[in-house]
């Protein structure tokens, strides 16, 4: 398997030839491994250039259905749906439909979206998105978000799965920019990996050893991936650094599978409820995820929380341009940031000084000297990369120091998976850091 936590399988190739009859054992393990791994790949639901729609066990809650009453509504609101936008405005119908859905109970909720199908649902999406006489789209983005994560966190997981399909702005898409001839080998997984989980200490595939975690969605659990994102990645894992109950009150999982994420938008949160398939990509999950690429076993909250990013600036090519930390430390806690004098000579003691205080802190680094920008050129002697952003995981104000996290989580090599600075070298790699208030 390719789960890394407990790494027992390293291990155990490393011992084996010291082990009486321990290589034959691992040829055993092998055999049935590749059986059963092999299974289980093939039940993951993965569909290639688009999203997955399947039937999943659901218990709803509330009443029964009064079937005629999910009927008569359905119809009304399909008639609304489908009246002339030029004549009543599409303002006016879009408000019209949620006025007739959202008092009805899940299950005639979920009737009704499934009478909808895939025509009446592409109607909605085409209306949100026609424009006003001021060129602006009818909807506006939070009125739209915040119907639409009341919708997937109530339906059946059939439902939600169709309003992803079916409704484009409901969800953020992605372009995978890889190189090579198999670009168009991406699409949408529903993994089968948990949610979340409390860790155990470990070895990464790198060697490294990463201290066990209390905490079920922890800054341990971070693993880039492939989109361009360190700046909101890394911001998050200093915010669950500096306060580990950030995440349980700001990303959950619903009883339909949906997820949803708690962002703000000029301090005022906002909840935007996700499907729950994720980019998937070359047999492996495409963006954040925690400890493994395997959909099969990586917990999937870092993948969540970056799709809710993505659904917050438009799409996924939106957060791979990126933007400074501190952009993503006020999306993430409503807070506005502060900056750090980089030239004071008292640093590392402000730096642990707020980190005591409980302030999460993200570190930029500078780009090197005659590189492309867009490349990931090592600097500090191959200890970290230009361009990037780092959480700065611990200060050691006696020997003054600090050490820089790098959000590549167990992908990384051990030497650019952390770095410590003295105040010398911050000055020198560090363009800015950037903190925020956690509690």
């Not at 859905?101 to 009704?112: F, N, S």
């Not at 919708?151 to 090579?180: E, H, K, W």
């Not at 991406?186 to 905490?215: C, I, M, N, R």
């Not at 952003?389 to 611990?394: E, G, L, N, V």
Request: charge should be negative; include cysteine.
């Amino acid at each position: 398997m390719g789960y890394h936590r407990n790494n027992w399988r390293q291990v155990a190739d490393m011992a084996a030839p010291f082990i009486p009859g321990g290589e034959a054992l691992m040829g055993a393990v092998d055999m049935v491994q590749g059986i059963s791994d092999s299974v289980s790949l093939d039940r993951l639901q993965y569909v290639r250039g688009g999203h997955p729609v399947v039937e999943l066990p659901w218990q709803p809650p509330g009443p029964p259905p009064n079937p005629q009453r999910a009927e008569a509504v359905g119809r009304q609101a399909w008639d609304v749906l489908f009246a002339d936008e030029q004549q009543y405005s599409a303002r006016s119908l879009l408000d019209q439909v949620g006025n007739l859905l959202m008092p009805l109970p899940p299950t005639e909720l979920d009737m009704v979206v499934r009478r909808f199908g895939t025509q009446g649902l592409d109607r909605w999406d085409r209306l949100t998105h026609v424009e006003d006489e001021h060129g602006e789209a009818a909807y506006d983005w939070r009125r739209q978000q915040e119907l639409f994560s009341r919708l997937l966190r109530t339906v059946s997981p059939y439902g939600a799965m169709l309003i992803g399909t079916g409704m484009s702005c409901s969800q953020p898409d992605f372009d995978a920019a890889c190189s090579g001839c198999h670009c168009d080998d991406h699409g949408w997984v529903l993994p089968e990996g948990p949610f979340a989980q409390v860790d155990g200490a470990y070895v990464t595939e790198k060697w490294q050893w990463v201290p066990g975690s209390t905490e079920a969605m922890s800054w341990q659990d971070m693993d880039q991936g492939h989109f361009g994102d360190c700046w909101l990645l890394t911001s998050m894992q200093a915010v669950l650094q500096a306060n580990p109950q950030h995440a349980p009150r700001h990303l959950r999982q619903e009883a339909n599978g949906t997820v949803t994420v708690t962002l703000y938008d000029e301090g005022s949160p906002v909840a935007i409820t996700l499907v729950p398939d994720l980019p998937y990509g070359h047999g492996k999950l495409w963006g954040a995820k925690g400890h493994t690429e395997d959909a099969r076993y990586a917990e999937s909250w870092p993948g969540y929380f970056e799709k809710a990013a993505a659904q917050f600036h438009g799409n996924y090519h939106d957060i791979v341009h990126g933007g400074p930390p501190s952009t993503a430390l006020t999306l993430i806690t409503g807070r506005v940031g502060q900056k750090v004098d980089l030239n004071s000579p008292w640093l590392v003691q402000e730096i642990a000084n707020r980190k005591s205080r409980g302030q999460a802190l993200v570190a930029t680094t500078a780009a090197a000297p005659n590189a492309d920008p867009g490349d990931a050129a090592q600097i500090a002697g191959g200890r970290l990369v230009q361009n990037h952003a780092y959480f700065i995981k611990d200060a050691d104000p006696a020997g003054g120091r600090v050490c820089l996290g790098n959000p590549w989580g167990d992908g990384s090599t051990r030497k650019l998976w952390e770095c410590w600075l003295t105040l010398q070298e911050v000055g020198y790699y560090l363009v800015q850091i950037d903190a925020v208030d956690t509690w």
